[in-house]
């Protein structure tokens, strides 16, 4: 039998997919979050419809030049669920975007992470994915992780229960709401990417969401009274470097996330909180106090935890015969049928 080692990179892919992705994210919010809330304010739709016009274009032209095979829409049979994908990603991009005008991008993004901890429940009723208890663990920790980095003031100021001048500002509450509509959104939709998977080009996943984006807040410039569009060279920079980056996040987001069998990729979303973390203190000056930087350092220390779990447990089924152009028999030490699989080119 091969060593565990063997499978670290096959195993380990779909999390490295996911972690480059939430690098490129962190850029792209911060750059969000300075228009956001500049001098020459830009309005989340405006953003939103800039950034997923640059990304649908880009998603039509890379199908067009690979020729894929399920064309520009995807198999019948799956467009329910791409549908599904694309509304419940405007859900959580719309109330991302308006959450980070009423909160920092730390705390906007600490709520955030908890799309992707209701879309590993999910995936494992769903889809009926092995869940470890070293995965539940890491999931709580890294739940009481992104409470510590929200700071609730009923939680961390026990005042705030009895002192009404204490209490949350309505604008954080308004940012917390908008949040709330961004972590259903996301959860949905990071599940209905796992449960696509590879039966279609992740492409046309994120083709869907970008178009019906592009239409939900086209509307909605359209029927809001007041809006204009920048005027400045640098802010059409930075939102062309959105669209650029976002269509790269979106990429290799749905490329890990639709081979993350265990479910390990959809936990590395949460490295986003340490580059969110770090905008805030450059772009603000904000220095994070001891609870913000004990509830990022505990996130990352959680995602690692199930990561490294996962690289060191072999598959569940052991190779117990394979020769070029013979059957292959492999086993399910978890259950007591046996699989069988023609042809030794076939890589598990």
């Known amino acids: 039998m091969a060593s565990p080692r063997a499978y670290f990179w096959p195993r380990q892919k779909p999390v490295l997919l996911v972690l480059a992705s939430q690098i490129l994210a962190a850029v792209v919010n911060g750059l969000a979050k300075t228009l956001e809330t500049g001098c020459d304010r830009v309005h989340p739709l405006q953003i939103l419809n800039i950034r997923l016009l640059i990304t649908g274009v880009a998603c039509l032209v890379y199908l067009m030049i690979t020729k894929s095979a399920d064309g520009l829409w995807g198999p019948e049979h799956l467009m329910i669920h791409l549908f599904v994908r694309g509304i419940t990603g405007i859900c959580g991009a719309v109330g991302f975007y308006f959450s980070i005008r ?10 955030n992470f908890l799309a992707p901890l209701g879309s590993i429940l999910l995936a494992k009723y769903i889809c009926d994915e092995s869940f470890g208890w070293v995965d539940i663990s890491a999931a709580v920790a890294a739940l ?3 409470v510590c980095v929200l700071q609730p003031k009923a939680i961390f100021v026990p005042e705030a229960t009895t002192n009404p001048a204490l209490n949350q500002e309505p ?6 709401l908008y949040g709330s509509l961004g972590v259903f959104g996301g959860m949905v939709s990071l599940t209905a990417i796992r449960y696509i998977g590879t039966k279609t080009n992740p492409v046309i996943g994120i083709n869907y969401f970008a178009w019906l984006t592009v239409a939900a ?56 909180i340490f580059w969110a973390v770090l905008f805030d203190w450059f772009n603000s000056k904000t220095v994070s106090n001891f609870w ?44 007591t049928s046996t699989k069988r699989i023609i042809g030794a080119s076939q890589i598990l």
């Open 102 to 111: 009423y909160l920092t991008l730390a705390e906007a993004t600490a709520l």
């Open 144 to 146: 009481l992780s992104v």
């Open 217 to 272: 807040t086209t509307v909605g410039l359209m029927i809001l009274p007041n809006i204009s569009w920048p005027s400045g060279t640098v802010q059409w920079i930075q939102l062309l470097l959105i669209g650029l980056f976002g269509f790269g996040m979106e990429y290799l987001l749905a490329m890990g996330l639709s081979g993350d069998v265990p479910a390990t990729a959809t936990v590395m979303i949460y490295s986003q």
């Open 171 to 176: 604008h954080t509450t308004i940012g917390l």
């Open 292 to 335: 913000t930087w004990f509830g990022s350092i505990g996130i990352l220390l959680s995602l690692s935890a199930a990561s490294l779990s996962q690289a060191t447990r072999p598959p569940a089924y052991s190779l117990l015969q394979m020769q070029e152009g013979e059957e292959m028999i492999l086993h399910d030490r978890q259950a």
